[in-house]
């Protein structure tokens, strides 16, 4: 756990009290230690605040990146900002926790995340053939993209901005902005975060 707070610490260990999966093991705001604390512990993944004592999550992130290690990396956060938010994706996020969020949910959201990473066989056989069933569609619906499309798409989870994709196809940025829209549409999301997130699951190769 990275935090300002201690406080939020404190919160965590109460809502995973009782859990047969989980263990809030350590509390570190010092990003000097965590490597060190990672490296000595057994430790499956990491919540952090965005904005930590003389660093930031970025910074945690690089560092991990740095250090070739590969844990999950949870954003807790009250604030709800989409630009923000696709940064801390592409610079490696795992996802997000809002600080509203009740008891039940945080636990669940975890458990998806570790899930997800660890492939758990925690996981009962409804979860699994649902998970199997998400997966399956969301590859048909990204099968379902055009040529142009799937490249827009691409350069997008790459990190590209319009302009960039825009100069790299040849085409206008308001054609970009058509094709965005039109993607998220197709693949049925709300927000360009959660586009981000679909893509980061299903496509292996960018564009």
């Known amino acids: 756990m990275l935090d300002c707070n201690p406080i939020i610490h404190i919160g965590l260990k109460s809502i995973f009290k009782n859990s047969m999966i989980f263990e809030v093991y350590a ?8 490597i060190e604390t990672i490296t ?20 945690i992130l690089k560092v991990l990146k740095k250090n070739k290690i590969n844990i999950p ?42 899930f997800s990473r660890y492939s758990s066989n925690e996981l ?7 998970n199997r069933f998400n997966f399956d569609y969301n590859t048909e619906k990204i099968n379902s993209l055009s040529k142009r499309e799937l490249q827009v798409l691409k350069l997008f989870f790459r990190g590209k901005r319009n302009v960039e ?10 054609t970009v902005n058509t094709y965005i829209s039109r993607i998220m549409k197709k693949l049925e999301v709300n927000s360009k975060t959660d586009l981000f997130v679909l893509a980061r699951e299903h496509i292996k190769q960018p564009y």
Not at 40 to 54: A, C, G, M, V, Y
């Open 27 to 34: 509390y570190q705001d010092n990003k000097d230690l965590l």
């Open 40 to 59: 000595e512990e057994k430790i499956d993944f990491i919540i952090s605040e965005i904005h930590l004592n003389k660093t930031s999550v970025i910074d």
């Open 73 to 114: 990396v949870v954003i807790f956060t009250s604030l709800s900002n989409e630009n923000k938010s696709l940064k801390l994706l592409k610079n490696g996020a795992s996802g997000f926790l809002t600080k509203n969020l009740k008891k039940r949910t945080i636990r669940h959201i975890l458990q998806e995340i570790a």
């Open 124 to 130: 009962n056989k409804f979860t699994r053939l649902k």
């Open 165 to 174: 994709i825009s100069k790299k196809l040849n085409i206008n940025q308001k």
